[in-house]
Nanobody, 115 residues
Framework: QVQLVESGGGVVQAGGSLRLSCTASGSIASFDGMGWHRQAPGKQREWVAVTTTGGRPIYADSVKGRFTMSRDNAKNSVYLQMNSLKPEDTAVYYC?????????WGQGTQVTVSS
């Protein structure tokens, strides 16, 4: 099973930016796809941005135009650039990898947006 390690979370004021990173233990070029999800306190985990290998990312309506997902196959990493952050973006953000129909998750990184 692939290991995923997220980093880059923190505390930021509303309107600020953060860049999350996720590094995989295997070659992400061989994965079916990757994505970012988040879970706010008391809420279900929801997807934020997902992509298939070679495909463009698609974004949840709540983050469209503010978040950008990118990847660097050479570093086996994906990123989530988050701009114009809002208090409602506060959550634990998880990286997900899909390999032959099986999903793997990172441990998550906390993002807190203060008003």
């Amino acid at each position: 099973q692939v290991q995923l390690v997220e980093s880059g979370g923190g505390v930021v004021q509303a309107g600020g930016s953060l860049r999350l990173s996720c590094t995989a233990s295997g070659s992400i070029a061989s994965f079916d796809g990757m994505g970012w999800h988040r879970q706010a306190p008391g809420k279900q985990r929801e997807w934020v941005a997902v992509t298939t290998t070679g495909g463009r990312p698609i974004y949840a309506d709540s983050v469209k135009g503010r978040f950008t997902m990118s990847r660097d196959n050479a570093k086996n990493s994906v990123y989530l650039q988050m701009n114009s952050l809002k208090p409602e973006d506060t959550a634990v953000y998880y990286c997900n990898a899909r390999i032959s129909g099986i999903g793997s998750w990172g441990q998550g990184t906390q993002v807190t947006v203060s008003s």
